[in-house]
């Protein structure tokens, strides 16, 4: 018979085990991606002009390392996602707690916010540029604009599902509104919260190449557009692949602050 220790370590190598596992399961099926796609493209099994290669790619981001421009195209596209992603966050929050401590305010707003969320954020685009002009300005009211509804409606439905028994009892104690706030509302909201923030994540990427699709003269947006005027498909693809490592370490780092929170509470 195993002692409770025992069982404990064994759970956790287990455990251990199982990370490991998966880890390189992912890695390996990337791997084999990155082959397959390498030898179909050196083979013809499918046109490398359309699809490029991982060669390819890697060649043309060395080209563009070598100008200096690179570095330049990724800070932009990154300081533009972080403060859009930041805003959207910070201002979503605020106004959703604005109106969770007004229920009629909340009522009021409910059928703006559905119309707001449901607007295709792109047709705002050339208003936008007319209002804050043509920059990155503009492409970050337009990422805030994506991300900043969403985070309200998502935020605020996390609020008002809170067990309504511990809010009467708080209330029976007299507590006030921020008290309940600090102490019950947003504790219990902490999934729904980093919830709202890895969609954010996503959202702040698409409003940010939107954006640079409209309006940038620099930046990874930017690079897609130029490089399919001018039917270079390689720097497409290489501009693509580094969006999605950028909003993969993005993204690892929400996760991160998500486990760091929840050991606190």
């Given amino acids: 018979m195993m002692t409770k220790e025992q069982e404990h370590l064994t759970f956790l190598k287990q455990q251990r085990n199982y990370k490991i596992k998966l880890c ?3 890695i390996f099926i990337l791997i084999f991606f990155v082959v397959l796609w390498e030898i179909a493209a050196d083979q013809k099994w499918i046109d ?3 699809t490029s290669s991982p060669s390819r790619i890697l060649k043309s981001a060395l080209q563009f390392y070598v100008e200096g421009t690179l570095i330049r195209h990724i800070c932009i596209t990154c300081f533009e996602t972080v403060v859009g992603f930041l805003l959207g966050t910070v201002l979503g929050a605020i106004i959703a707690t604005i109106l969770w401590c007004s229920n009629f305010a909340s009522k009021v707003a409910e059928p703006y916010l559905v119309v707001l969320n449901a607007l295709p954020k792109i047709a705002l685009g050339p208003i936008i540029i007319f209002w804050v002009g043509n920059g990155i300005t503009a492409i970050i009211v337009i990422t805030l604009l994506i991300s900043i509804i969403t985070t309200i409606i998502s935020i605020l439905a996390g609020f008002s599902e809170i067990d309504s028994e511990k ?3 708080m209330q029976t104690f007299g507590s006030s509104k921020f008290q309940m706030l600090i102490n019950l509302i947003i504790p219990a909201s902490i999934p729904t919260i ?3 923030l890895k969609i954010n994540v996503g959202l ?3 409003g940010v190449i939107i954006g640079e699709f409209l309006v940038a003269k620099e930046g990874l947006g930017f690079l897609i557009v130029y490089g399919g ?4 498909l390689d720097m497409v693809m290489m501009s693509i692949v580094i969006l ?3 909003a993969y370490i993005m993204y690892k780092v929400v996760e991160l602050i998500e486990k760091r929170i929840k050991t606190k509470y």
């Fill in 194 to 196: 980093m919830s709202a």
């Fill in 204 to 206: 702040s990427w698409v």
């Fill in 229 to 232: 005027q001018i039917s270079q």
């Fill in 24 to 26: 390189l399961t992912r």
């Fill in 167 to 169: 809010v009467k009892l």
């Fill in 244 to 246: 999605s490592l950028i």
């Fill in 48 to 50: 490398p002009f359309l």
